[in-house]
């Protein structure tokens, strides 16, 4: 049985409103997708970024072992864009790509 991550309320931050988090109300063919989009002030993000941390350490849920992947562009005034990558059960920041730069512009 897969994993629920619920409705996101346990992933906003202390006096978040609304959180960021949609959940389509249907699932398509084998992928389970979850959106988030948000403006945070700094002092949330390092919160932000260990919530993102237990969630790509949830097990694999299935015969496959498939891990949760995620992509995050993370934009701030003074520092740019990096990309958040939740993968192979960690998250890898790094530079965003230039192909991206058109979000912060």
Excluded: C, K
């Excluded at 346990?10 to 949609?22: D, I, R, S, T």
């Excluded at 959106?35 to 949330?44: H, I, K, L, N, V």
């Excluded at 995620?70 to 965003?96: C, K, P, T, Y």
Aim: charged residues 20%; hydrophobic residues 45%; negative net charge.
């Amino acid at each position: 049985m897969a994993p629920t991550i619920g409705t996101g309320a346990h992933l906003m931050a202390p006096g978040a409103q609304g959180g960021g988090w949609a959940f389509p109300p249907r699932q398509y063919n084998f992928t389970n997708w979850i959106f988030f989009g948000t403006e945070m002030r700094a002092q949330s993000v390092d919160w932000f970024l260990e919530q993102l941390r237990s969630v790509a350490r949830i097990p694999a849920s299935d015969d496959d072992n498939d891990l949760i992947t995620g992509l995050f562009l993370v934009s701030h005034e003074v520092d740019g864009m990096r990309e958040w990558q939740v993968r192979d059960g960690i998250v890898v920041i790094r530079a965003a790509s230039g192909a991206y730069q058109f979000l912060d512009e």
